[in-house]
């Protein structure tokens, strides 16, 4: 996933509104083109994110 820049509908999916809220562990690695994230809820039981090598 080197090349994706933002999250959005290619992520979260077209008119979903929690697509996400079972996730409890989150990592991104290498993505050398990343520029924004929001994840503004999405991620209700999320207890562990990882964010490596990342811009």
């Given amino acids: 996933m ?3 820049k933002n999250d959005g509908v290619v992520f979260f999916g077209k008119g979903s509104s929690q697509p ?3 996730l409890e562990t ?24 990882s964010i490596e090598n990342c811009s």
């Fill in 2 to 4: 080197a090349s994706v």
């Fill in 20 to 22: 996400f809220r079972l």
């Fill in 26 to 49: 989150l990592s991104f690695e290498d993505m050398e083109e990343w520029e924004n994230w929001s994840p503004n809820g999405e991620f209700p039981n999320l207890h562990e994110l």
